[in-house]
C-alpha cells in the first residue's frame, strides 16, 4: 500500500507537481486521479486544501481534509490577507452566523464538544487575524459568549 499525501488548491490539481511525480512511479492512471481529486476539492477553489491518496493494488481511495480555520474565514469574508502585525487596526468584520458556517465546516478538525464552543475557538482565530466579530473585538465577544448572550445564535 502506497501513502501520497499533497496539498493542492482546491478544483485546480494537474499532473504536474505535487501530483504527478509523487503518483507517477507508482503505476497509476494520473489523470484519473488528478480528475477525482479536483471534483473532490472543487468546493474549496481558491483554498489550499490537504490530499490524502491511498493506492493498494487497484484501489485508490481519495479522501480531501479541511482547509486551515484562517483561509476558511478569509474566503467566507471574501478577505485577501489578514492583518497580523497591527494591533490597533482590524482587517475586516465577521459575523457569528459566518463563523458558526465556518465551524459546520471545520467540525471533524475541531476538538470542541459543542457548536458554541467550536464558534468560541474561531473567535480566537479572529484575534490574531485582527478581526472584529459583531463589530466587536473577538475577546469582548468570548467573554459574550462564555456569558450566555449569543446561546440562541450558536447553539448547535
Known amino acids: 500500500m502506497d501513502v501520497v499525501e499533497v496539498l493542492v488548491e482546491g478544483g485546480k490539481a494537474n499532473p504536474g507537481p505535487p501530483l504527478g511525480p509523487a503518483l507517477g512511479p507508482l503505476g497509476v492512471n494520473i489523470k484519473q486521479i488528478v480528475a477525482q481529486v479536483n471534483e473532490k476539492t472543487k468546493v474549496y ?49 465577521i459575523s457569528l452566523e459566518q463563523l458558526k458556517k465556518v465551524a459546520a465546516m471545520k467540525r471533524e478538525g475541531i476538538l470542541a464538544a459543542s457548536m458554541k464552543a467550536a464558534v468560541k475557538e474561531l473567535v480566537g482565530t479572529c484575534v490574531s487575524m485582527r478581526l472584529k466579530v459583531e463589530g466587536k473585538s473577538p475577546k469582548e465577544i468570548q467573554r459574550e459568549i462564555d456569558a450566555g448572550v449569543y446561546d440562541g445564535v450558536i447553539s448547535e
Do not use: C, W
Not at 491518496?53 to 478569509?74: H, Q
Open 45 to 93: 477553489e481558491g483554498m489550499s486544501v490537504p490530499v490524502k491518496i491511498t493506492i493498494a493494488g487497484n484501489t485508490v481511495d481519495i479522501s480531501v481534509g479541511v482547509p486551515p480555520t484562517a483561509a476558511l474565514i478569509k474566503k467566507e469574508i471574501g478577505l485577501d490577507k489578514a492583518k497580523t502585525d497591527s494591533t490597533t487596526e482590524y482587517t475586516g468584520e
